[in-house]
C-alpha cells in the first residue's frame, strides 16, 4: 500500500540552527501539506503546496519557514533559524485531488529545539 | 471560519463495553467531516470519513460516526472496544476547497482498561 514517508524520525538541533524536513508524498498525489502537533495539543495545519507553488499557508507559517518540491519526488520543510518553540511533531500529507478528498499522513518528525 | 470542539479529553472505558467520542463543529459552508486515529508514536490514519450521501459512516475497525447537520455533530462510535483501540482520536473538518487543509480538533484519548 503507497505510504507517505517522512525523514528523519526525530531530529535535535540547536537554537538558532536552520533544519530541513523531508517527505516523500504518494507517487501519484498532486497536493501537500505540513502540519504540526506542538506536544499535547492539536495538529496545526501550516501550509499547503499544489502546482510548485503554496497555495495556502497559516499564520504559524512566517518568513522563517519554507517549503519546496526541488525534484518532483521529494517534499521539504525548512525552519531557517529554529526558536525553542519550534519543537514540536510534523507531520507531511498529501492527497491526489485538493477536493473532497482523503490526505494520508506520514508518521511525522519529532523537532526537538535545545 | 471553521472549528471542531472536542469537549473529552479522555474517555476511559473497560473493554468490550460500548464508546461514544464526541465532536461538534461551526462552519457556515458544506463541510466534510474526518476521523483520525494516532497510535502511540505513530502518525495519523484515517478512520472514516463523510463527504455528502448516508448519514451514517462506517469506517474501520469496526467504528462508525453519525452526521447530524442540525447539532453539528459527528461523533465516533464503537459498540465493543479492544484493548488495542488505546489511542488518540482527532476530529477534523475540512471546507472542500481548492486547498482542503483540515482543521482538527484537540484530539480524546481513548483509554481501554482490562
Known amino acids: 500500500e503507497p505510504e507517505v514517508t517522512q525523514t528523519p524520525s526525530h531530529q535535535v538541533t540547536q537554537m538558532g540552527q536552520e533544519v530541513i524536513l523531508r517527505c516523500v508524498p504518494i507517487s501519484n498525489h498532486l497536493y501537500f501539506y505540513w502540519y504540526r502537533q506542538i506536544l499535547g495539543q492539536k495538529v496545526e495545519f501550516l501550509v499547503s503546496f499544489y502546482n510548485n507553488e503554496i497555495s495556502e499557508k497559516s499564520e504559524i507559517f512566517d518568513d522563517q519557514f519554507s517549503v519546496e518540491r526541488p525534484d518532483g519526488s521529494n517534499f521539504t520543510l525548512k525552519i531557517r533559524s529554529t526558536k525553542l518553540e519550534d519543537s514540536a511533531m510534523y507531520f507531511c500529507a498529501s492527497s491526489d485531488r485538493g477536493m473532497n478528498t482523503e490526505a494520508f499522513f506520514g508518521q511525522g518528525t519529532r523537532l526537538t529545539v535545545v | 471560519a471553521q472549528s471542531v470542539t472536542q469537549l473529552d479529553s479522555q474517555v476511559p472505558v473497560f473493554e468490550e463495553a460500548p464508546v461514544e467520542l464526541r465532536c461538534n463543529y461551526s462552519s457556515s459552508v458544506s463541510v466534510y467531516l474526518f476521523w483520525y486515529v494516532q497510535y502511540p508514536n505513530q502518525g495519523l490514519q484515517l478512520l472514516l470519513k463523510?463527504?455528502?450521501?448516508?448519514?451514517l459512516v462506517k469506517g474501520i475497525n469496526g467504528f462508525e460516526a453519525e452526521f447530524n447537520k442540525s447539532q453539528t455533530s459527528f461523533h465516533l462510535r464503537k459498540p465493543s472496544v479492544h484493548i488495542s483501540d488505546t489511542a488518540e482520536y482527532f476530529c477534523?473538518?475540512?471546507?472542500?476547497?481548492?486547498?482542503?487543509?483540515?482543521?482538527f480538533g484537540t484530539g480524546t484519548l481513548l483509554a481501554v482498561q482490562p
Open positions: 477534523a473538518v475540512s471546507d472542500g476547497g481548492a486547498t482542503n487543509k483540515l482543521i
Open positions: 463523510y463527504l455528502s450521501g448516508s448519514t
